[in-house]
């Protein structure tokens, strides 16, 4: 065998040992646990999803907008968005508290957050009730970054993609019931009068009924999470001691040094192991990791933002016309899909092309999702309701699975930035942060700039498509800064 032939190519990318023949067993996933994970994870995307088949009517009808449809995207980009910047204000000190005090306790405070802001949100009869209530489900709930800490907790190298092919099974279900629910449930006394007729609670709180369904069901993962959820932080601060109504024991530093690894083995924690300072997070894997994770979700929150108000907007103004019910519907297929394709398909493709090529696949797959909503409307304008036309909005949707495969991705470079195991959260937080910011932006900006185009007709009224295209192109090049492979400690 001549040398040219056994020469490899080394850089700083490229692993100390070959992969191939010494690939490690996969560890089993603890599914007791990690099925109470996805469940209770499921009540962020149904109380979330739920709004978004009614949102524009609800607009119309608290009347703010004085009759005006070109400002209905304003507003409901304006609730949308709301949620993710009082979000962003407490994710990092939520998940920064979850390294001290145990994920348990945080988890059980965002779930009553939820389900409390979504039956203010159901009561409101202002615009100004519904700012309050977005806010408050903002500001209470910081689960989403505590919950994949918690996931990475169980996992190790061998069996971290598999744990987030199943992570989307949540938010899938959450995407398919949530619109359903949201549709098919709102001004129920005129969609079921043998029902809900003589009602005249329902009558007075037309989206009650919707909201209230979550709101119930995120109680229930309440008391599951209470009952069943184990904590998976060896020794968490007691909570007496981290509010300052009990004082530290002389003993349980030393405690917290020589407790028990995750894995029940004996190990002495050391020094390293314990949470970091803030700015000791601010590596540059960490700030990679974050600004991709960013970029992807200003990109997927655009179009998940402007997807439900172009379906609604008349087909004159640019959008397809379509009432909250057939809204709803539309956006329950997604779910259906993103779970099953996930569930069955993304730990192979992760492992097969790479982390980082899949994550580039999902962020290029928008442009066609974009350039998709100005060809819908013009065929819906020349052809009418035709079947080419639901062929186009289901071949839509389709393709919006394949942006959803970047966040398995994604996900995963997260977990191997984080400096040391004990700052999970913390890194977590981040990095949820940074994704709070751009989702607080992206609906306000995107409804707004939709608007902003039927109202001027700028470019036919298909300005935001360009727009949003260029900001596929520069997430992109985010994209390419990412190792080829997944880092490792």
Not at 137 to 159: F, P, Q
Not at 280 to 286: G, Q, Y
Not at 371 to 378: D, E, G, K, R, V
Request: overall charge positive; hydrophobic content about 45%; charged content about 10%.
């Amino acid at each position: 065998m001549t040398a040219s032939t056994t020469t490899r190519t080394v850089d700083e990318e490229t692993p100390l040992l070959p992969e191939n023949g010494l690939k490690k067993k996969m560890t089993p996933l603890p599914w007791g646990q990690f099925s109470l994970v996805l469940f209770l994870q499921l009540a962020e995307p149904l109380t979330s999803n739920v709004i978004y088949p009614f949102a524009p009517q609800l607009i119309r009808d608290l009347g703010v907008t004085n009759g005006d449809e070109s400002k209905v995207g304003h507003y409901v980009g304006m609730l949308q968005s709301l949620f993710f910047l009082t979000q962003a204000c407490t994710i990092l000190h939520w998940s920064r508290i979850s390294d001290s005090i145990g994920r348990k306790p945080v988890i059980l405070t965002g779930l009553f957050g939820l389900s409390l802001s979504m039956y203010c949100f159901g009561l409101s009869k202002t615009f100004w009730g519904l700012v309050l209530s977005r806010c408050l489900n903002g500001a209470l709930n910081g689960n989403i970054g505590v919950i994949k800490s918690m996931m990475a907790e169980m996992t190790d190298a061998t069996n971290i993609s598999t744990a987030f092919a199943y992570f989307p099974i949540a938010w899938s279900t959450g995407s398919t019931l949530g619109p359903i629910i949201g549709g098919s449930l709102s001004h129920p006394v005129e969609r079921f009068p043998d029902l809900f007729g003589n009602n005249e609670f329902l009558k007075k709180y037309p989206y009650f009924l919707p909201c209230a369904v979550p709101a119930t069901f995120t109680l229930v993962a309440w008391t599951v999470t209470y009952l069943f959820l184990k904590e998976t932080v060896p020794y968490p601060q007691p909570l007496a001691e981290f509010l300052g109504f009990k004082k530290q024991k002389d003993g349980s530093k030393a405690k917290a040094k020589t407790a028990q690894s995750i894995n029940g083995s004996d190990d002495v924690l050391p020094e390293a192991e314990k949470p970091l300072p803030l700015l000791s997070l601010l590596t540059p894997r960490v700030i990679i990791a974050a600004g991709n994770y960013a970029s992807l979700s200003l990109v997927d929150i655009a179009f998940r933002a402007i997807q439900p108000l172009f379906l609604s907007t008349p087909v004159e103004l640019g959008g397809l016309g379509l009432p909250p019910a057939d809204i709803g519907n539309l956006l329950s297929v997604f779910g259906i899909l993103n779970g099953v394709f996930q569930v069955f398909f993304f730990a192979k493709i992760n492992d097969t092309w790479g982390s980082k090529n899949l994550f580039c696949f999902g962020i290029a797959s928008a442009i066609p999702l974009f350039a998709s909503f100005p060809l819908i409307n013009m065929m819906a304008r020349y052809e009418g309701y035709g079947v080419w036309i639901w062929v186009a909005v289901y071949a839509q949707i389709a393709t919006s699975v394949a942006l959803s495969l970047s966040y398995g991705a994604i996900f995963i470079f997260i977990s191997a930035a984080s400096p040391n195991r004990a700052s999970l959260g913390a890194t977590n937080g981040l990095s949820q942060m940074s994704v709070s910011i751009t989702r607080a932006i992206g609906p306000a900006a995107a409804n707004s700039l939709f608007s902003l185009s039927i109202a001027h007709g700028y470019l036919g009224g298909y300005l935001v498509y360009y727009i949003l295209l260029a900001v596929v192109c520069v997430s992109l090049v985010f994209a390419s800064m990412l190792p080829r492979h997944v880092w490792t400690n």
